[in-house]
């Protein structure tokens, strides 16, 4: 029912920025709730940022709170990732994901999230 692909990413120098951007496809977008993850290697999918359907409320990782700003455009069908000030320890796979359930309701865990993106990579250089 969602589709989700993820651009954006790159190689960075540290102390940079970067936007990603997450399209969706079929009209249940507006009505999902989203979230962003990152997986480094050898370590889990961690949390990064959750956004509910309206864009009412957000809820970032302490680790990128004051760095990274989740938003999203409904009538794009898209959601953004802004992340500033860009560390080495935020070089990661990013992905993008959906809920169509509850969407008023911001979610944490990955295994809450029904579809996923394929990932863009985002390297920050020392």
């Known amino acids: 029912q969602v589709q989700l692909v993820e651009s954006g990413g790159g190689l960075v120098q540290a102390g940079g920025s970067l936007r990603l951007s997450c399209a969706a496809s079929?009209?249940?977008?507006?009505?999902?709730?989203m979230g962003w993850f990152r997986q480094a290697p050898g370590k889990e999918r961690e949390f990064v940022a959750a956004?509910?359907?309206?864009?009412?409320?957000?809820d970032h990782a302490d680790s990128v709170k004051g760095r990274f700003t989740i938003s999203r455009d409904n009538a794009k069908n898209t959601v953004y990732l802004q992340m500033n000030s860009l560390k080495p320890d935020d070089t990661a796979v990013y992905y993008c994901?959906?809920?169509?359930?509850?969407?008023?309701?911001?979610?944490?865990?990955?295994?809450?999230?029904?579809?996923w993106g394929q990932g863009t990579q985002v390297t920050v250089s020392s």
């Open positions: 994901a959906a809920v169509l359930t509850r969407p008023w309701l911001l979610r944490t865990s990955p295994g809450e999230y029904d579809y």
């Open positions: 956004i509910t359907w309206n864009g009412g409320s957000t």
């Open positions: 079929g009209r249940a977008f507006s009505a999902s709730a």
